[in-house]
């Protein structure tokens, strides 16, 4: 078996779990944002109620979840390591260095990264964990469905009142926009994909995304706290 | 032109270095080792020792040049080596901060002089071709198609001079190491051993301690040679296959 481990240490096969993690990351981002935009709809939460209790009741979508947890899981835990032996490979650090021959995000992604994780905390913390593991959401019932779903409506309607919650949602999605804006193209060079025929669409679609995906989710927590 | 130099002085591998201040006068056509050949003659004549560099051609075509300036390996042109850079550059007064390539893969011989035989090494664990190909007109007999041949061209471009290295804040080697793959990947003596040379330089260059890429490009800014990342995605895709397609492991 040790070719596999050779392969799984070498730096092209840890660049390579980070690439693969990432893209599944961001294939979860649109469905997860698809999902959320429900929170737009003046139904009195009846559709996003819904939805939150078929995600979190259907036992293939559990799969998915638990592979979720793990990709994220796997995805941070790897990135640090990486970026602890990059700063390492330099024990001594140059008296002056260029900074217009990369990007701000491409130089700290691992903060960027961390920043995000802190942010995905406090987020899991407030309504996954409510959601799956306390009784503190009340339940539900609504005309047309069966079964009684758990209010989680009402508790996102309280946390996009609170001003730092929001900051904090905001700060974590900037974080999230940047740490796409370089993650989204270097996933696909260290597959291998670059070639002066797509790779310019490439980039392209990586600054749309890593723009349009965060602010679909900014759009939430800011209609609740000044419109709603 | 009067210029004020911030040099790092290094007595050797395991001294302690530190930055000297120096004034030299320097004219606009002079290149940028002349400028420091002046400064060197200044020292021997006060006997003091003369500052440590690399040179050879001076014509950028060796590699052997280095030093970072003003936080740039080669310093502040394009394509561009420390030997082909100008005094024109620069304007009366300039302070210069001089530093050798850092990395831990490239220790410190003396001041601006590092060490590169991790380059050399990574070299001899697969960047060859190990039958012999004649000479000159025994590869003119074997037709290859323009396009490819200009893909190994430009990535043969390389000179090893390591820039790339010293500029990655990873200090990683891939530009380096996928330069030297598809310069020979691209031509049809060097298809035969394609898949294990990647195996085989990729782990030579993860046992020199080099970092590991994170696409930030920052070594295709600064090669003087232009060398361009799609031969680092070329690169992976030969690993990510040769892992799966040879025998060893």
């Given amino acids: 078996m040790s070719w596999i481990t050779n392969f799984l240490t070498s730096s092209l096969g840890k660049k390579l779990v980070m690439s693969l993690t990432g893209l599944f990351l961001i294939i979860f981002l649109v469905v997860h944002l698809a999902g959320n935009l429900q929170l737009l709809f003046d139904d009195g939460g009846e559709a996003f109620n819904i939805y939150a209790h078929m995600m979190s009741t259907d036992p293939l979508i559990s799969v998915v979840a638990y592979g979720l947890y793990f990709f994220i899981l796997l995805h941070i835990v790897q990135g640090i390591l990486i970026a602890f032996q990059n700063r390492g490979a330099r024990k001594v650090k140059y008296a002056m260095s260029n900074r217009k021959s990369n990007t701000f995000a491409s130089r700290n992604m691992m903060l960027l990264g961390l920043l995000i994780f802190f942010f995905l905390a406090v987020h899991m913390g407030d309504f996954w964990y409510k959601m799956k593991f306390t009784n503190e959401l009340d339940m539900v019932t609504y005309a047309g469905y069966d079964a009684a779903v758990r209010d989680l409506y009402t508790r996102v309607n309280a946390a996009f009142q609170e001003w730092w919650i929001v900051l904090i949602y905001i700060i974590g999605l900037i974080a999230l926009a940047l740490h796409l804006w370089h993650g989204f193209q270097s996933a696909f060079q260290t597959l291998g994909l670059n070639h002066k025929k797509y790779t310019p669409i490439i980039q392209g679609l990586g600054k749309i995304y890593s723009i349009v995906i965060p602010i679909g989710f900014a759009i939430i927590p800011l209609y609740y706290f000044f419109v709603k | ?249």
Avoid at chain 2, 144 to 163: M, W
Avoid at chain 2, 168 to 188: D, E, I, Q, Y
Avoid at chain 2, 208 to 235: D, L
């Fill in chain 2, 1 to 249: 032109m009067k210029l004020k130099l911030k040099i790092w002085r290094q007595k050797n591998q395991n001294s302690r270095g530190g930055f000297s201040n120096y004034t030299v006068e320097a004219s606009p056509e002079m290149s940028f080792l002349e400028m420091l050949d002046v400064l060197n003659q200044q020292l021997i004549e006060n006997k003091e020792e003369p500052v440590a560099f690399e040179h050879d051609c001076r014509e950028g075509i060796c590699g052997t040049c280095s030093m970072v300036i003003n936080g740039q390996p080669h310093g502040p042109m394009g394509l561009t080596t420390t030997c082909q850079l100008h005094m024109r550059h620069y304007k009366d007064g300039d302070t210069i901060v001089i530093e050798p390539f850092r990395a831990n893969s490239f220790p410190v011989i003396k001041d601006l002089v590092v060490d590169r035989a991790s380059f050399d090494r990574i070299i001899e664990a697969g960047g060859f071709i190990s039958v012999n190909t004649g000479q000159a007109p025994d590869g003119n007999t074997i037709p290859i198609e323009q396009d490819e041949a200009k893909k190994s061209f430009d990535a043969a471009a390389c000179i090893g001079c390591g820039a790339c290295v010293a500029a990655c804040p990873n200090s990683s080697a891939m530009l380096f190491t996928a330069a030297k793959v598809a310069h020979l990947g691209h031509l049809p003596q060097g298809q035969v051993e394609q898949s294990k040379r990647v195996k085989r330089m990729i782990a030579q260059m993860d046992k020199e301690g080099f970092g590991n890429c994170s696409n930030t490009y920052a070594c295709e800014a600064e090669c003087p040679k232009g060398i361009s990342v799609a031969n680092i995605a070329k690169m992976n895709r030969a690993y990510f296959s040769a892992v799966v397609s040879t025998d060893e492991k």
